[in-house]
């Protein structure tokens, strides 16, 4: 089992920026990659942005592309994601997730083995 706890929500106005952090633990052998995820109200879960854990190759929504930056910090079995420039459209909750082995399709959440209990983000206009 993996346990992944988010953190780093929070309140903050319209183009200001957020850290969030998922620290994974348990059975931490290396994934494949990790992602992260958001679910606004009324609406479905989305891709948010991915890294794999090896080469550190990313991969953002087409809406977050430029404002948001996925890291990781494999001694930490950390992975980071920098929010800059955040828009109302930002607000939900954020989960990361873990695909363990290498099963391909990182946008789509069905491809994840592990989530987190997800940590709020609202931007106010």
């Known amino acids: 089992q993996v346990q992944l706890v988010e953190s780093g929500g929070g309140l903050v106005q319209a183009d200001g920026s957020l850290r969030l952090s998922c620290a994974a633990s348990?059975?931490?052998?290396?994934?494949?990659?990790m992602g992260w995820f958001r679910q606004a109200p009324g609406k479905e879960r989305e891709f948010v942005a991915a890294i794999t854990w090896s080469l550190g190759r990313t991969y953002y929504a087409d809406s977050v592309k430029g404002r948001f930056t996925i890291s990781r910090d494999n001694a930490k079995n950390t992975v980071y994601l920098q929010m800059n420039n955040l828009k109302p459209e930002d607000t939900g909750v954020y989960y990361c997730?873990?695909?363990?082995?290498?099963?391909?399709?990182?946008?789509?959440?069905?491809?994840?083995?592990?989530w987190g209990q997800g940590t709020q983000v609202t931007v106010s206009s």
């Open positions: 997730a873990t695909q363990s082995v290498l099963r391909g399709g990182l946008g789509y959440g069905s491809k994840y083995d592990y």
């Open positions: 348990g059975r931490t052998i290396s994934p494949y990659a």
